[in-house]
C-alpha cells in the first residue's frame, strides 16, 4: 500500500498570501496518477488538480500542482477567502487508491 | 452536465443490514469507475474501493475488504454500497464518485449512523 503524507497538518495564512501544501509517497508514483482535492465543510470534496500539474475543469488558475517521483506540491498563489478549507492529495495508481491525511488551510 | 444522486440518510442498530445507492446520470455509466469513500465525523477521506459498472470488476481496500459489498445495476445507472451487519463504527458520511482522472464528479453524500 502506497502511504500519503500530507505536511503541515494546518497551515494558517491571511487572505492575499501564497500557501504551499506538500504530499509525499511512501514510493514513487507516477505524476500520472496523482490529483488533489478541496473539501469545504459540509460539502463534497472538489477535484482541483489531476494528472499533478493539469487544473480541473473551472478550477482558477492560482492553483498549481507540480512534482514527480515521490514529492508533490500544491500551491495556491494568493488566497481568497473561499479558499480556506481542508486539501487532500490522492494516488490511484495500482490496485490499491490511498488519499492524504489532508491539510487545513485556516484563516490567521 | 455529469451527476451522482445518493440515497437520503439511515439510521440503523447494529447487526442490521443496508443498502446505499448512487444514481449517475449525463454520462456513460457503465464506462467510468464508480469509488466510495467514507468519511468519519470529523476526519479525513478514506478510499473503500471501486466498481466498474460495464463488468463489475471490483477492487476493495483492505481495510474494507469482506466489510462491504459494491454492485451495480447498468438498466438504472445505479451503483450500490451494502453492510450484511453494520456496526457503530460504520457510522459515517459515505460518498460514491465517478472516476476520469481522479474522482471528476462526487455524490452529495449519505450519511448512515448505527446506534442501539
Known amino acids: 500500500e502506497i502511504v500519503l503524507t500530507q505536511s503541515p497538518g494546518t497551515l494558517s495564512l491571511s487572505p492575499g498570501e501564497r500557501a504551499t501544501l506538500s504530499c509525499r509517497a511512501s514510493?514513487?508514483?507516477?505524476?500520472?496518477?496523482l490529483v488533489w482535492y478541496q473539501q469545504k465543510p459540509g460539502q463534497a470534496p472538489r477535484l482541483l488538480i489531476y494528472g499533478a500539474s493539469s487544473r480541473a475543469t473551472g478550477i482558477p488558475d492560482r492553483f498549481s500542482g507540480s512534482g514527480s517521483g515521490a514529492d508533490f506540491t500544491l500551491t495556491i498563489s494568493r488566497l481568497e477567502p473561499e479558499d480556506f478549507a481542508v486539501y487532500y492529495c490522492?494516488?490511484?495508481?495500482?490496485?490499491?487508491?490511498?488519499f492524504g491525511q489532508g491539510t487545513k488551510v485556516e484563516i490567521k | 452536465e455529469v451527476q451522482l444522486v445518493q440515497s437520503g440518510a439511515e439510521v440503523k442498530k447494529p447487526g442490521e443490514s443496508l443498502k446505499i445507492s448512487c444514481k449517475g446520470s449525463g454520462y456513460s455509466f457503465s464506462t467510468s469507475w464508480i469509488g466510495w469513500v467514507r468519511q468519519m465525523p470529523g476526519k479525513g477521506l478514506e478510499w473503500m474501493g471501486v466498481i466498474f459498472p460495464s463488468d463489475s470488476d471490483t477492487r476493495y481496500s483492505p481495510s474494507f475488504q469482506g466489510q462491504v459489498t459494491f454492485s451495480v445495476d447498468k438498466s438504472i445507472s445505479t451503483a450500490y454500497l451494502q453492510w450484511n451487519s453494520l456496526r457503530a463504527s460504520d457510522t459515517a458520511l459515505y460518498y460514491c464518485?465517478?472516476?476520469?482522472?481522479?474522482?471528476?464528479?462526487w455524490g452529495q453524500g449519505t450519511l448512515v449512523i448505527v446506534s442501539s
Open positions: 490522492q494516488q490511484y495508481g495500482g490496485s490499491m487508491w490511498t
Open positions: 514510493q514513487i508514483i507516477s505524476s500520472t496518477y
Open positions: 464518485a465517478r472516476h476520469g482522472a481522479g474522482f471528476q464528479n
